[in-house]
């Protein structure tokens, strides 16, 4: 019987995957629009009791001023973004340069023999047309705003008829506050969780401007963008943050000196932010196993891409809370969780 049971569950499991790969181009756009109407709601929940302040907005002040806020602030980032993929691809050739001569420089320490051509090694491929994929890909998330514009705004119009339809589904009042209690739970880490994330990210962002500025690094703004969103993805967004900026000083000056000011101010801040600072700030709220994030890192990367790393610690913390309500699945759970302690065991 349990060999069944396992057989089954490998059947469900291997089935999901399946269909979150094949409905990848359907169910990403729903999935950025929950994100999105998720991030947007929170705010307005903010704008709605301020901290500290023995006020309230009304609802309807508050979300028309979170859905402005929120727009306005993609509008700058997208801005942004558009504005210097377009420089940096124009600045391109230049860099290739550079770097065929620095590869030059390190094959000639190695060997007698002579250098191969940056084409070569890359397979004829320039980095200019490297940096063109980019901004494809780019144009490509771009061109499913709308779609996820749509989606967000029934999102809107629903859930201000979730409660209702929620107390239909349940005769039992235990069964609808058991529910209500597991939704509230989910909301209340995923917002401690994007909250933490997000100040973090605007702090080392921001630090990380004024250091590549100081240096002369081309264009710090953007690598200040994108470090930004690199920080949401565990751990390997953090190599990432320190890679990026610090290998384009190697291409941009001659000299050693700014490669080595960007990589040992930086490298520092994103460690000590990322393993030190915010660890300390989360504690035990999510109480995710580390290794349990890097395969979901890992998991969730395959399947949906960047999207994925971006989402796999909300997922895994939705995952860990559901699973810990039920009986035959709180083992599972446990496993998830980093000390074993569980959330509806939580206060």
């Not at 995957?17 to 709601?41: C, E, F, T």
């Not at 890679?243 to 000196?257: C, E, G, K, R």
Request: charged share 10%; net charge positive.
């Amino acid at each position: 019987m349990n060999l069944q049971r396992a057989a089954l569950w490998t059947i469900v499991i291997a089935a999901t995957v399946y269909l979150l790969i094949v409905g990848r181009s359907l169910l990403l756009p729903l999935i950025l629009a929950l994100v999105l109407w998720y991030m947007v709601d929170a705010l307005a929940d903010a704008i709605q009791r301020p901290a500290k302040l023995n006020i309230k907005v009304p609802r309807f002040v508050a979300l028309p001023t979170a859905i402005l806020l929120m727009g306005g602030l993609l509008w700058v980032l997208g801005r942004t973004i558009t504005a210097n993929v377009s420089a940096v691809i124009a600045a391109a050739p230049n860099y290739q340069v550079r770097l065929q001569k620095l590869m030059g420089q390190a094959w000639a320490l190695a060997t007698d023999e002579p250098a191969p051509t940056l084409a070569e090694l890359v397979g004829r491929m320039s980095l200019a047309d490297t940096l063109g994929d980019v901004a494809g890909a780019v144009a490509a998330m771009v061109s499913v705003a709308g779609i996820v514009l749509v989606y967000t705004g029934f999102l809107f119009v629903e859930a201000g008829n979730f409660r209702r339809k929620l107390s239909l589904m349940f005769t039992d009042p235990a069964q609808e506050a058991r529910m209500i209690s597991v939704l509230e739970r989910i909301s209340r880490d995923i917002r401690i969780y994007m909250r933490i994330k997000t100040t973090l990210a605007t702090l080392t962002s921001a630090l990380s401007y004024v250091l590549m500025a100081a240096v002369g690094v081309d264009f710090a703004g953007f690598w200040a963008v994108m470090m930004f969103f690199f920080y949401f993805i565990p751990t390997v967004g953090s190599i990432l943050a320190i890679m990026a900026p610090t290998l384009l000083t190697l291409v941009q000056f001659d000299s050693l000196t700014p490669f080595l000011i960007v990589l040992f101010t930086i490298g520092p801040l994103q460690i000590v932010m990322a393993n030190v600072i915010e660890p300390t700030l989360l504690g035990r709220s999510l109480n995710l196993s580390a290794l349990v994030v890097i395969i979901s890192l890992m998991v969730w990367g395959t399947i949906w891409g960047v999207i994925g790393m971006f989402l796999c610690v909300p997922i895994m913390v939705v995952m860990l809370i559901v699973l810990s309500n039920f009986e035959s699945t709180r083992p599972v759970a446990v496993l998830l969780s980093a000390d074993g302690r569980l959330p509806s065991e939580q206060a």
